[in-house]
């Protein structure tokens, strides 16, 4: 099975820069995704991992370290629309290349 | 344009009742996917087919059905089994390469409420 942990919720500042963490525990990980999710809305894609390192998108990054079993999102210049939840999900190379999903966290921005 | 369409946007069932979820998509993808998602938390994988004619259960499929007749279409029917149906549903579908899920991108969403 897997265990993943995200934040539940965290409020930033317009402007500011904001992390969101993810740990996991997996025994057949390939590849971290993130996804954006408004209330009430869809997920939109964001970033995808599966090496270490940085992946820059804009004003997003996303961070992993497969030996720590841990990942960020790094959101930079937030606006108010940034305000929404953020899904981690794990692919499981040991569970047949499906996703599991962490509850996600809600960023709240605000002015 | 090419994407993930769901109907209806808002459902409501009474006790005793299967109903119907649509899901279609024109992306070519050959995997389709259904989950779960209750409020302030995650997904839950309910169904997913990776080809027509064929779907797995996945994490929560008691008192839920589905078939894959076509590539195009993932219908869902949540039947009068499934005792707490109130939920977010979501619809999503992704390439799949040599046994490797590509990115999964999601239709809007149907809301199922219990009268």
């Known amino acids: 099975g897997q265990n993943i942990d995200q934040p539940t919720e965290m409020t930033a500042t317009e402007g500011a820069i904001v992390q969101i963490n993810c740990t996991y525990q997996?025994?057949?990980?390939?590849?971290l995704f993130w996804y954006q999710q408004h209330a009430g809305e869809a997920p939109t894609f964001l970033s995808y991992?599966?090496?270490?390192g940085l992946e820059e998108k804009g004003r997003f990054s996303s961070f992993l370290s497969r030996s720590k079993g841990y990942s960020y999102l790094l959101l930079k210049e937030l606006q108010m629309k940034d305000s929404a939840s953020y899904l981690c999900?794990?692919?499981?190379?040991?569970?047949?290349?499906?996703?599991?999903f962490g509850g996600g966290t809600r960023l709240m921005v605000k002015p | 344009d090419g994407g993930i369409t769901q109907s209806p946007k808002y459902l409501f069932r009474k006790e005793g009742q299967n109903v119907t979820l649509s899901c279609e998509q024109n992306?070519?993808?050959?995997?389709m996917y259904w989950y779960r998602q209750d409020p302030g938390q995650g997904l839950r994988l309910i169904y997913y087919?990776?080809?027509?004619?064929?779907?797995q259960k996945g994490d929560i499929a008691e008192g839920y059905s589905v078939s894959r007749e076509k590539k195009e279409s993932f219908p869902l029917t949540v039947t009068s089994a499934q005792k707490n149906p109130t939920a977010f549903y979501l619809c999503?579908?992704?390439?799949?390469?040599?046994?490797?899920?590509?990115?999964?991108?999601f239709g809007p969403g149907t809301r199922l409420l219990v009268l």
């Open positions: 997996t025994s057949g990980f390939n590849g």
């Open positions: 999900a794990v692919r499981d190379g040991n569970a047949g290349n499906m996703l599991t």
């Open positions: 991992n599966v090496l270490d």
């Open positions: 087919s990776q080809i027509v004619n064929d779907f």
């Open positions: 992306l070519n993808h050959d995997a």
């Open positions: 999503a579908s992704s390439s799949w390469t040599s046994g490797v899920q590509e990115t999964q991108y």
